[in-house]
């Protein structure tokens, strides 16, 4: 399977977190739709950053350098979740509040309906830069 069809994979069950999580801070908790598409995308982000470590980029593992091959491994994993976090959180987060903010807000769109399209549209960004600067060879 193809690096971009895992990645698909991936996101489909990040999708699902995300819509599961955000309709339940709306519906259960309360929540207005801006606080829970903020938590709801950083939900997913944590379910695809282990799932790609774990098998989308599994043949990018972090180097192992200097006398503490563990330590080293920790470290670069860390790092790499990081970068992850922060790259996709700028595209997934600022991305799904602007595009929620005009489908559901401005438009009336309905909830999922909003959260889809603005994960659709964002895809491509995310993987690109999990490519090039996260999952690093």
């Not at 829970?36 to 593992?61: C, M, P, Y």
């Not at 595009?99 to 309905?110: I, K």
Request: proline fraction near 3%; glycine fraction near 10%; hydrophobic fraction near 55%.
């Amino acid at each position: 399977m193809s690096r971009a069809a895992r990645f698909v994979w991936v996101g489909a069950g990040g999708f699902v977190v995300h819509a599961a999580t955000l309709q339940g801070l709306v519906s259960l908790a309360g929540f207005g739709y801006p606080a829970a598409t903020a938590l709801a995308v950083e939900a997913s982000i944590l379910h695809n950053f282990l799932w790609h470590e774990g098998w989308t980029w599994a043949d990018r593992g972090a180097p192992r350098v200097g006398l503490a091959p563990e330590t080293s491994v920790r470290a670069k994993r860390w790092a790499r979740f990081l970068r992850f976090n922060g790259l996709t959180a700028v595209v997934s987060i600022g991305g799904n509040m602007a595009l929620m903010a005009l489908l559901v807000g401005v438009l009336h769109a309905p909830l999922l309906v909003g959260m889809a399209v603005s994960v659709a549209a964002l895809s491509a960004i995310n993987f690109t830069c999990a490519d090039r600067f996260v999952f690093t060879r």
